[in-house]
């Protein structure tokens, strides 16, 4: 799902980044570099490297927890 993902991204709020030293402090991490735009994109689990299930579910929820 890589080609989504690169589609996506330039419509994307965030340009696709995550700022993970903001995340870990509990601020918003993701950086309105496009703020027009009406979603926020974040590659997960095994859309970034080989991981398990519950590595992608924990990823999902982390980032969803503040939207």
């Given at each position: ?63 969803a927890k503040d939207l």
């Open positions: 799902m890589d080609e989504l993902y690169f589609d996506l991204k330039p419509q994307s709020r965030n340009l696709g980044a995550v700022d993970y030293k903001a995340l870990i402090r509990g601020e918003d991490a993701f950086p309105a570099h496009n703020p027009e735009a009406g979603f926020t994109l974040a590659r997960i689990g095994d859309a970034v490297a080989s991981r398990n299930i519950h590595a992608s579910i924990y990823d999902g929820l982390r980032f």
